[in-house]
Structures are given as structure tokens and as C-alpha cells.
């Protein structure tokens, strides 16, 4: 999986679904408020894209510079089709303008049966 502004390790296709991930992203010296309002502005159309089943954005209660966000998927297909979305790569292709350093992100394979 991956998007012209995001490389991520392509996902084991036996993996159970869901399929999740978690990530960070600093923010530039001044542009925290400004990397917030970015990160929140996908929070609402992420949330009503099929498969979608949790997506969170936190901010740092030590550092207001740090954000992680979480994200969980029905499948691998679900989230390749929202790092698809126009909203998703406008975002990735302009986040430079916002981060110190890029985006973390760390793909997770659930261990725990899933329960709805």
C-alpha cells in the first residue's frame, strides 16, 4: 500500500481484519494550531467513508507540538481506498508545510480476537 505522498510497508493480506494503524506527527515551530485544524478538517469525512470503523486524532498532554492519530479499518482494501480519497492526498502532499520531519506511522496486526 502505498500513495505518491506516503510510503507505508504493503499489509500481509492474510492479516484479520480490522485492520489498524497508529501514527504521530510534530509539528513545525509555531504551526501546532495550524496542524491541528489540518488533522481535525479529515476527522469528519474520514469517519463516513466505508469501512471506517475508528478514526481519533490526540494531541500531547506534555508536548502540544505532538499529535498521534488512530485509525481502524474493516480491511486493508478500506484503507488504501481512503489514502486514495482527494482530501486524504491533499493533505499528505501539502504536509510538509506543517510537520518537522513527516508523518510516523505504525501499521499494527491485531492479537486479540475481535469482538464487535
Keep these: 500500500m502505498s500513495s505518491p ?3 507505508l510497508p504493503a499489509p500481509e493480506r492474510d492479516e484479520a481484519s480490522p485492520y489498524a494503524l497508529v501514527g504521530q506527527a510534530r509539528a513545525k515551530p509555531g504551526k501546532a ?3 491541528q485544524a489540518a488533522l481535525l478538517a479529515l476527522v469528519g ?3 463516513k467513508e466505508d469501512g471506517a470503523m475508528q478514526y481519533h486524532v490526540h494531541r500531547d498532554r506534555d508536548d502540544p507540538d505532538v499529535f498521534v492519530f ?3 479499518w474493516a480491511s486493508v482494501a478500506h484503507l488504501e481506498a481512503h489514502l486514495s480519497q482527494p ?3 491533499s493533505f499528505l502532499q501539502t504536509r510538509h508545510t506543517l510537520l518537522a520531519g513527516d508523518l510516523e506511522v505504525r501499521l ?3 492479537a486479540s480476537p475481535y469482538q464487535a
Excluded: G, I, K
Aim: overall charge neutral; hydrophobic content about 45%.
Design 108 to 110: 499494527l496486526r491485531m
Design 70 to 72: 488512530y485509525e481502524v
Design 45 to 47: 469525512p474520514t469517519r
Design 87 to 89: 482530501y486524504v492526498q
Design 33 to 35: 494550531e495550524a496542524l
Design 5 to 7: 505522498a506516503l510510503n
